[in-house]
């Protein structure tokens, strides 16, 4: 039962976070906007419409936004919410949602290089190099709450102990705010990307994406919601486990941190110069290292 | 060697009076005259009269406001290649190539001896947009970005091939024509004066009245005197176009970078200001508002007062934007030091209007050859800018909108409405004239020349976008900047295709 639920919750935080964002930008810029469940119109759409490959791509092509959905489904069946259990859980596990989402990534790169496009053979390029330099961050915050808390498996990290002492609030609060960092990153969103962007000289994650069309973008929009709601939820997680350690707590929690955090960052800010997206990504692995340092400060109970 | 001077507010020119020289004396008095600042060209074309090729030059002079006409010939059997002046002064290219590409006259050592626009009346019928002789560097580490000519998003088509290195830009080319539709001989095929106006109006659609003021202005200096209120309507006119580009460019600049809170301000305000301009003239872009001699759309008192409260509005609702812009670090350092053209580059190209204030070089042709109300109820005060980035051209927009609001507030604030003229479609114009019509756009200067036969019809025309100059700034700018900055850049020019194509 709790497996189903938490399940259900995982794609009900997945489907929020885009309407959330989408009404954020709309109240903060003054206008209408779009309907809550816009995105969900749009990509119903798209999936019942056929697809249209360019003669140039291989099976290679047609095969990886389904690598790339697959992976992310894999990805979100591991994270648990809150006190619930997820589908897929084991030792080791956060490794194995690491590189799941990596799979997903090349699978999208090698489909991208697949249309010979010079666009989108620098989309890739550019994926390919944001991709390389988050990871150090994200196995950091893994090692991190692995180090604190002594498991490796999503499911027992946040689930070990509610003692609520002050070493413990510190690390899970800064390991929060490293994954709604990351959840910017890896979910293609300004400052590093902009998904609503018709440049195509400036794109990220959309220029990979320029020669699908039909289910297949479908898909690949599905697994972005996805993507972004495991991420929102790790640090989701992370907050609740130092306050008040339940689902009815961490969904709500999951879906306002990235929806509000996103939509008023896309409303006030322009995106980084795209040389600036390094420095920006590596300022996270570095964060992401401090946070290590001082979980183990306070792993060896030094006082500060 | 010998010009006909005269000025911006003078009739147009007896074809007599403009004296014909020697290309010799002619190549070495422009190679002077064009390394110093104060000239530039306004306009250098041929056309056939008889069995000759003539060919005549409209020079400005900035600080004496004189307009200088001159022209050379060459006789049916001469060919004889005429050295090129590109070679020395990259601003002629335009020039020679249109010249090159319609008459197959021969420019030595040309540089730059590329297609134009491909005209359906091109010597070459060879020469066609499938083999534009693109440039190219061999390089391991090198590759080819190819963008348009068909482009996202709703602009016209333009083809740019990048070389790159990694994500840096070595070199861009830019290759028009798509756009041309034969305007220029449209005006000769026919005396319909409506229909000519019509023409100019759609010459390049966000510049409609910059290019029908200019029309206008090169018939009226071939017929009649018109009352000077109707220039002072023409003027607001004007201002008002600017001012709604400018925002339109400030809000498209913010949307470029993912900067909503500018993009949504300046969409409302852009708005306001064209819907202005539609409730004066019916059009929301002026058209149907400028005619010759006269106008359909009169200002009056209610006009009057609705224009004053809305660009009063507007202009304090910018100055908000404005400054919320100027005080935003994440713009600043998207605008700032990006896409950088040095002063020394932009004279070199001949760069007109705003691109060419941003960097420092003041050609604005209300204060150089003031025209209409400037000079009379506007003393006008250039805005320039220094460094030439982004930035630079985002700034001399944020300041010309406040300035053109002003404009239009102090005109109007003494204006006593008075015009009852109707448009003319009828008077004769003076037969065997040059005349042009010079004035400040939005964009830059616009220079429209009109020669007349011996029955007082247009004969030939001649237009000049400022695009056509300022289309190299923007191959200049992206140099060694980031492909990604490619856009931002494309939109501080924004030049028109069509204004290029014709």
């Known amino acids: ?304 | 060697m010998k010009y006909y001077i005269t000025d911006n507010c003078a009739k147009a020119v007896e074809l007599k009076d403009i004296p014909e020289v020697e290309y010799a004396a002619f190549y070495e008095d422009l190679k002077e005259r064009l390394s110093d600042e104060r000239y530039h060209i306004a306009h250098y074309f041929a056309r056939t009269e008889d069995t000759r090729l003539k060919f005549y030059l409209v020079l400005l002079d900035d600080e004496e406001q004189k307009v200088m006409i001159t022209s050379f010939a060459m006789e049916y059997y001469d060919d004889i290649a005429l050295p090129s002046l590109t070679a020395l002064h990259p601003q002629v290219h335009p020039f020679e190539r249109e010249i090159a590409e319609l008459y197959n006259v021969e420019f030595d050592s040309m540089p730059w001896n590329k297609p134009l626009r491909f005209p359906f009346n091109r010597r070459n019928r060879n020469s066609t947009m499938d083999n534009y002789p693109f440039y190219t560097i061999e390089g391991e580490s090198l590759h080819e970005v190819n963008v348009g000519p068909i482009h996202a998003g709703i602009i016209e088509p333009g083809a740019f091939r990048f070389i790159c290195n990694g994500e840096n830009v070595l070199h861009l080319e830019i290759a028009l024509g798509y756009q041309h539709r034969g305007v220029e001989n449209e005006f000769t095929s026919t005396d319909n004066r409506l229909r000519q106006t019509l023409l100019a109006e759609s010459i390049a659609g966000d510049s409609a009245v910059s290019h029908s003021t200019a029309f206008v202005n090169a018939v009226e200096k071939l017929s009649a005197q018109v009352d000077h209120n109707l220039d002072i309507e023409r003027t607001v006119a004007l201002e008002l176009e600017r001012m709604a580009m400018h925002i339109a460019d400030t809000g498209a600049l913010c949307t470029d970078v993912a900067y909503q809170l500018g993009q949504v301000a300046c969409e409302a305000l852009r708005t306001v200001i064209i819907n202005t301009t539609q409730a004066w003239c019916g059009n929301r872009f002026g058209k149907g508002l400028i005619r010759p001699c006269g106008t359909n759309k009169p200002l009056t008192k209610e006009k009057i007062e609705m224009i004053i409260n809305n660009v009063t509005d507007v202009r304090r609702r910018y100055n908000e934007v404005k400054d919320d812009i100027e005080s935003s670090p994440t713009i600043l350092a998207r605008f700032e030091q990006c896409g950088l053209v040095p002063k020394a580059e932009i004279l070199n190209i001949g760069g007109v209007g705003m691109a060419a204030r941003a960097s420092g070089a003041k050609r604005d042709i209300r204060s150089s050859h003031p025209y209409a109300a400037y000079g009379k109820e506007i003393s006008h005060e250039s805005v320039v800018k220094r460094q030439g980035d982004v930035m630079s051209r985002l700034a001399v927009r944020l300041d010309e909108v406040l300035q053109a609001a002003d404009n239009i507030l102090s005109l109007l604030a003494s204006y006593k409405p008075s015009v009852t003229a109707r448009p003319d479609y009828e008077c004769k114009l003076q037969p065997n004239a040059l005349s042009f019509g010079l004035l400040e756009g939005w964009r830059g200067e616009i220079c429209h020349i009109a020669i007349t036969n011996e029955e007082g019809n247009i004969s030939t025309y001649k237009i000049k976008d400022p695009s056509v100059h300022n289309w190299l700034g923007l191959a200049i700018a992206v140099r060694s900047e980031g492909i990604s900055d490619f856009p931002i850049n494309n939109k501080s020019f924004n030049l028109s295709y069509c204004g290029h194509d014709l």
């Not at chain 1, 092509?61 to 809150?82: D, E, Q, S």
């Not at chain 1, 808390?149 to 390991?175: P, R, W």
């Open chain 1, 1 to 304: 039962m709790g497996i189903v639920l938490n399940t259900l919750l995982i794609i009900l935080t997945a489907i929020s976070i885009p309407g959330v964002i989408n009404r954020t930008r709309a109240t903060l810029a003054g206008r209408k906007g779009m309907p809550f469940s816009q995105h969900l119109l749009n990509v119903n759409v798209l999936l019942r419409k056929g697809a249209v490959y360019s003669t140039t791509t291989t099976a290679l092509f047609r095969i990886a936004p389904a690598i790339y959905l697959g992976a992310a489904i894999v990805a979100a069946l591991m994270m648990p919410v809150a006190d619930l259990y997820p589908l897929i859980s084991f030792k080791g596990d956060v490794i194995c949602f690491a590189y799941t989402l990596a799979l997903a990534r090349v699978a999208i790169i090698l489909a991208a290089m697949d249309t010979g496009s010079s666009f989108e053979g620098m989309g890739a390029a550019r994926e390919a190099l944001y991709g390389a330099l988050i990871e150090p961050a994200l196995m950091i915050g893994f090692a991190t709450l692995a180090l604190f808390c002594g498991y490796t498996s999503f499911a027992d990290i946040f689930a070990h102990e509610q003692s609520f002492d002050m070493h413990l609030t510190i690390v899970m609060l800064l390991v929060a705010f490293l994954f709604v960092k990351i959840t910017f990153v890896e979910s293609g969103r300004v400052p590093v990307d902009d998904p609503r962007t018709h440049l195509e000289l400036t794109m990220i994650h959309e220029v990979m994406c320029l020669d699908y069309s039909g289910i297949d973008m479908g898909m690949i929009h599905i697994a972005g919601w996805l993507k972004t709601a495991c991420f929102s939820m790790i640090a989701a997680n992370a907050v609740a486990a130092t306050c008040c350690f339940h689902w009815w707590f961490a969904v709500p929690l999951a879906i306002l941190l990235t929806g509000l955090s996103v939509g008023i960052v896309e409303s006030t800010q322009a995106r980084n110069k795209l040389a600036n997206n390094t420095t920006f990504i590596v300022t996270i692995s570095a964060l992401a290292a401090l946070i290590f340092f001082i979980g183990y400060l306070l792993k060896l109970n030094i006082n500060i």
